[in-house]
């Protein structure tokens, strides 16, 4: 079954004076991460999102659409990217999952809903 | 015990067994759980009781969950590889030998991905059987709260894709503390059931049932050490039971027990149980907390109590795993080895803001003061437990200790 999971990791890490090193680490992180799910047979794909700063919102009230400078929720941590991955079970996505450099932040993982047929 | 006493408990002792091995092929807990109330329904209204119960269960109750099925329509190639298994059943009508899959259910109902408060509760429900409202007793919540916890739980089993394979072996380690937590958790609230209050208004001895889970968990996986360690603690507090109450119905603290009343062969197994336990070179929070009973139980034997026995094992438990409860206990054992007024100075040192909730916290430390004479702060110390609402028998107890300070 498909699984997303969705990195919410605090953009400020890569902040300050060792930020680019960091991003650097992580970034070569995702890229073995993507080598080792190809070694595996695992299908997959992922995206890596520019900074919550450059996000839109479209807000929905009862009819009314309006438009909001920002992400959708204001915290910490943003949605900073995503993997979508095709395993057996839950476990299985937790222990790829575990394996997303992150260095400060959560994984959530969530299963997708399946196409009927 | 009569006949149909006898097959009640027969289907209860069969349920484990059977509900895992129906839920590991169905890949759906309440699946399973419906098969299996049905088969035992029909189970005990069959005119002779079968021979093999397990066997009669597993069979009638997988047909059922067929049925089910196919009357949904849904997962035709599912029905196909099952049904080939259960025709095969049917023309051999011999007993099909049930695979044990006891432990993946374990794994599943303890789930990491489970909320930790839930993980008790759905083993209780799916593996033992125990009704709803027995849980949400046990677990002082109200019956609708755990019952859509229950729900909520089985609902995340089937939609989250957690695996219904028993995990890999490098990952025991972080499941087993899952499964072990979820069995302190319902230990401990058994526990605090003193005077079986909670049992008798519920027909169900909730203890007897946390009991059965303990053991099984140890028999099913009898290389771990903690697993051994938790299952001889609770055959030490159960073994107990019998001196728990006075005539009255009021609690007997443990220093008070009439130790004739102990029960020499839950003693005698958790003491083989710690035997095998060390016998793996890995010590841990349960195995002491076993030890630390079983040194007290040996005050049967020994006519006294080693209670600097006792405090070198809550030294040790205390770096295991420190806790204001932990910290509580070691300063009754230093007021036993070195005087009250030094345990008074230990509990007056810990989080008194931690502990305001908790009965024992006053309840010793009223013990402490009246022993430094100290008459008016115990007696304030103890009604500052009765205003906790503790159960009848703890208030009995406390009560009784009220009157002899005044």
Redo the contacts between chains.
């Keep these: 079954m498909q699984f997303m999971l969705m990195i919410n990791e605090d953009e400020s890490a890569y902040g300050g004076p060792e930020g680019a090193a960091l991003l650097e680490a992580t970034l070569a992180g995702h890229m073995q991460l993507a080598q080792d799910l190809v070694a595996a047979g695992i299908p997959f794909s992922g995206e890596r999102l520019k900074p919550a700063a450059t996000a839109t919102t479209v807000k929905f009230d009862a009819g009314a659409v309006s438009l909001h400078d920002g992400p959708f929720a204001e915290t910490h941590e943003e949605l900073g990217g995503f993997y979508i991955i095709d395993v057996a079970s839950l476990d299985e996505a937790i222990a790829w999952a575990k394996r997303i450099p992150v260095p400060k932040g959560g994984i959530e993982v969530r299963p997708i809903w399946p196409m009927e047929g | 015990m009569t006949a149909r006493a006898g097959l009640a408990a027969a289907i209860m002792a069969a349920r484990p067994r059977v509900v895992a091995a129906l839920a590991a092929q169905l890949r759906d807990l309440d699946a399973a759980e419906d098969a299996f109330a049905e088969s035992a329904a029909a189970c005990i209204a069959l005119p002779e009781p079968p021979r093999d119960v397990p066997a009669w269960l597993f069979v009638a109750a997988k047909r059922r969950a067929l049925d089910a099925i196919r009357r949904r329509q849904a997962e035709a190639r599912m029905v196909d590889a099952l049904a080939q298994e259960s025709d095969m059943a049917d023309i051999l009508t011999l007993p099909e030998p049930i695979p044990d899959e006891r432990l993946r259910l374990l794994f599943i109902c303890c789930h990491p991905?489970l909320a930790a408060e839930v993980r008790a509760p759905l083993a209780l429900k799916v593996i033992c059987g125990l009704p709803v409202p027995a849980i949400a007793r046990l677990f002082v919540v109200s019956e609708p709260t755990m019952f859509q916890r229950i729900t909520r739980a089985k609902a995340k089993v089937r939609?989250?894709?957690?695996?219904?394979?028993l995990?890999p072996r490098r990952?025991w380690p972080e499941r087993l503390g899952a499964v072990l937590l979820a069995l302190e958790l319902a230990f401990t609230a058994a526990y605090a059931d003193a005077g079986g209050e909670l049992s008798a208004a519920l027909e169900e001895d909730l203890g007897a049932e946390v009991e059965r889970l303990a053991l099984l968990v140890a028999e099913l996986l009898p290389q771990e050490p903690e697993a051994l360690g938790l299952a001889a603690l609770v055959l030490l507090a159960r073994s107990r039971a019998g001196a728990r109450l006075d005539a009255a119905g009021a609690m007997v603290s443990l220093s008070q027990q009439d130790t004739a009343k102990w029960d020499y062969t839950r003693i005698a197994q958790a003491r083989a149980m710690m035997d095998e336990a060390a016998r793996a070179g890995r010590s841990g929070p349960y195995q002491v907390m076993a030890a630390i009973q079983l040194t007290h139980a040996r005050r049967a034997f020994d006519g006294v109590t080693d209670w600097a026995a006792v405090l070198a094992l809550y030294d040790v438990l205390l770096t295991l795993r420190p806790s204001p409860m932990v910290a509580l206990s070691r300063a009754l054992a230093l007021a036993q080895v070195e005087g009250a007024g030094a345990g008074l100075t230990a509990l007056e040192a810990l989080p008194a803001e931690r502990l305001v909730r908790a009965r024992p916290f006053h309840a010793a430390r009223a013990d402490l003061l009246a022993k430094v004479g100290r008459v008016g702060e115990a007696q304030a110390a103890l009604d500052a437990a009765l205003a906790l609402g503790p159960p009848r028998a703890e208030r009995l107890w406390l009560e009784a200790r009220r009157a002899s300070l005044s």
């Design positions: 991905a939609e989250a894709g957690i695996a219904f394979e995990p990952d």
